[in-house]
């Protein structure tokens, strides 16, 4: 059910960076920052003699915090930039619903943040441009990103137990992709013609 009592949810932010020109074809940034949410959005079950429903609640927080880095070199002939962010997202809950799902199965309401089911701490991204004869434009763009973490399984005897929520990362997901365009004029009409080449490495990710 509804709650006239609740109030908006609410995050604070913080952002400090710098941006350097290093000569004519280098440039650098760096930017730390810093989310802080609380207030947010969960539900709270409630008893009435055999009755029971679902208020909804301001009582879950979250936060998260991260450095991006950017590393640029503009050439004649081959441009580079090079991008990384390291970030942590945690929370006590990874969505508002949660709590309605986790209470009607008996477990009990996490009381710390705990690192959240979609967090990326490493990401890392190439991007390469140059011009090839005749006229054709090649990119070459590549990826990492650390794997979802997760929470570890293991078998006590008969018994299945949980290690600490989310204490285990999956595989990493890598990828490499070409592509390759050229401009062509037919008469008064210019043509762009286009080739991506994905995946050209041929990595299995999970």
Same mark, same amino acid.
């Not at 570890?152 to 390759?180: C, H, V």
């Given at each position: 059910?509804?709650?006239?009592?609740?109030?908006?949810?609410?995050?604070?932010?913080?952002?400090?960076?710098?941006?350097? &020109?290093?000569?004519?074809?280098?440039? %650098?940034?760096?930017?730390?920052?810093?989310?802080? /949410?609380?207030?947010?959005?969960?539900?709270?079950?409630?008893?009435?003699?055999?009755?029971?429903?679902?208020?909804?609640?301001?009582?879950?927080?979250?936060?998260?915090?991260?450095?991006?880095?950017?590393?640029? &070199?503009?050439?004649?002939?081959?441009?580079?930039?090079?991008?990384?962010?390291?970030?942590?997202?945690?929370?006590?809950?990874?969505?508002?619903?949660?709590?309605?799902?986790?209470?009607?199965?008996?477990?009990?309401?996490?009381?710390?943040?705990?690192?959240?089911?979609?967090?990326?701490?490493?990401?890392?991204?190439?991007?390469?441009?140059?011009?090839?004869?005749?006229?054709?434009?090649?990119?070459?763009?590549?990826?990492? &990103?650390?794997?979802?973490?997760?929470?570890? &399984?293991?078998?006590?005897?008969?018994?299945?137990?949980?290690?600490?929520?989310?204490?285990?990362?999956?595989?990493? %997901?890598?990828? /490499?992709?070409?592509?390759?365009?050229?401009? /062509?004029?037919?008469?008064?009409?210019?043509?762009?013609?286009?080739?991506?080449?994905?995946n050209v490495l041929n990595i299995e990710?999970?």
């Amino acid at each position: 059910v509804g709650n006239a009592s609740m109030t908006a949810s609410r995050s604070i932010i913080y952002e400090f960076g710098v941006n350097v &020109q290093v000569g004519r074809n280098f440039a %650098y940034s760096v930017i730390g920052w810093a989310k802080d /949410m609380d207030q947010m959005l969960t539900t709270e079950k409630q008893y009435f003699n055999v009755f029971s429903y679902n208020v909804f609640r301001n009582y879950d927080y979250g936060s998260a915090k991260g450095i991006d880095i950017n590393l640029e &070199q503009r050439g004649n002939l081959v441009n580079t930039m090079v991008q990384y962010t390291y970030s942590l997202a945690k929370a006590n809950r990874s969505y508002d619903w949660e709590a309605y799902s986790k209470v009607n199965l008996g477990e009990a309401a996490p009381t710390q943040e705990y690192l959240q089911n979609y967090d990326r701490t490493h990401d890392l991204a190439l991007t390469l441009y140059t011009h090839l004869p005749y006229g054709v434009r090649m990119g070459i763009t590549a990826f990492y &990103q650390s794997g979802y973490p997760y929470t570890p &399984q293991f078998w006590e005897g008969t018994a299945l137990s949980s290690g600490a929520r989310n204490s285990e990362r999956g595989p990493a %997901y890598k990828d /490499m992709n070409i592509t390759f365009s050229k401009y /062509m004029a037919i008469g008064k009409t210019k043509v762009s013609l286009g080739l991506s080449v994905y995946n050209v490495l041929n990595i299995e990710n999970a």
